[in-house]
């Protein structure tokens, strides 16, 4: 094979499939043979043309059109330089052709104030990602998972794919690091009540694939009741399997019935936890008014700029003590941990009914349809198919 087929958003609401040369491996670098590759909010909103990412901050970028996207990735090692033949991924453990990894999108420099004190998250001033800032009209083109190979950088975290994790599981590897926001707001915990106490009660607002796995996160760190939010039966659903033991959908009531709903639930205090996983800036003031003293606000839905609301700073945030965890990434801690608990609990909990639809790259412009459709959760594409 001497080319490569890979789907490319030429600009807001355009998307083609185009055909690029398998790249020459500089030293330490890789070929990655595509196996499966999500299609990911931070996708959706490109594709609607909001585009501005990391805004007021030192790696603020907006989207560099044409561009392959594809930042939740997993796959099969295919090429390796003879310098990567020695190199380790992210636990330890060696690199050879032939195994299953998934990778860390973001790519960080390693120099700046962010990198050297950031303790792990990806704080880079000059960070740039996989699938969302490396423009494919340059060499080596593919640096976007929807795409029948990648091209995997030196500097790239790598993590392999435990035994017994199909892709359509360790797909999900890079959103379950996301949740980590989880374990910030258990940072928070005392015995005077703040934070994220065992049993404490978990609102999730939007439970798409980014809020499902944050359900999925609560459960295993011991929420008592999950409550979710959606305006989708199929997603609720699922939420409902996955441990969410409350499912309100937002179609059939209104902010002011469901801040109510949250509140007779908690005895009329609030949440110990609120996520926002919609991506509306709408829902942030909704959530907010959800919380309990002392509870903890996650925002991590709005990745891109959606626009603003207006809340007031006494009775959202400080006459309830809230503490508010914006979470704009992930640690590369995250990852081997997130496989982990794959592994350990994919008999108890359906992580692979999470990707309800799988395309070629052929149908593209269709997986793009399906995955804005409320009728889906995870829609990948598997360019083997």
Known sequence: ????????????????????PIPRLEDGAMLLKVEMSGICGTDKHTFRGEVLQYAGTAAEMRTPFPIIPGHENVGI???????????LEFDGQPLAEGDRVVMCPDIVCGRCYPCRYGAGYLWCDNMRSYGNSFSCAEPPHLMGGWAEYMYIRPDTFVYKVPDGIPPRIAVLAELFACAWSLEK?????????????????????????????????????????????????LRLGLAAKCGAGVCINAANTTAEQRIEQVRSLTR?????????????????????????????????????????????????????????????NHPVTAYAPALRLMQAYKDLIPF?????????????AEAMRKSLSGDSMKVVFAPGR
């Open 268 to 328: 009329g205090r609030g949440a110990n936890v609120v996520a926002e996983c919609v991506g509306l800036a709408d829902a942030v003031l909704e959530g907010l008014e959800m919380v309990q003293k002392g509870g903890v606000y996650i925002e991590a839905g709005n990745f891109v700029e959606t626009g603003t609301v207006e809340i007031s700073p006494h009775r959202h945030l400080c006459a309830k003590n809230i503490r508010l965890v914006g979470a704009a």
């Open 352 to 364: 692979g009914e999470i990707v309800t639809h799988e395309y070629p790259l052929d149908k593209a």
């Open 185 to 233: 707001a258990k940072e928070f915990y005392a015995m005077d009540g703040e934070g994220f106490q065992a049993g404490g009660t978990v609102v999730v607002q939007g439970v798409g694939p980014l809020g499902i796995l944050h359900v999925i996160k609560a459960r295993l760190m011991g929420a008592g009741e999950i409550i979710a939010i959606d305006r989708s039966d």
């Open 77 to 87: 090692v295919a090429g390796i330089s003879p310098s990567a033949r020695k190199r």
């Open 1 to 20: 094979m001497s080319k490569v087929k890979a789907v490319v958003f030429v600009g807001p609401g355009q998307m083609e499939v185009r055909e690029y």
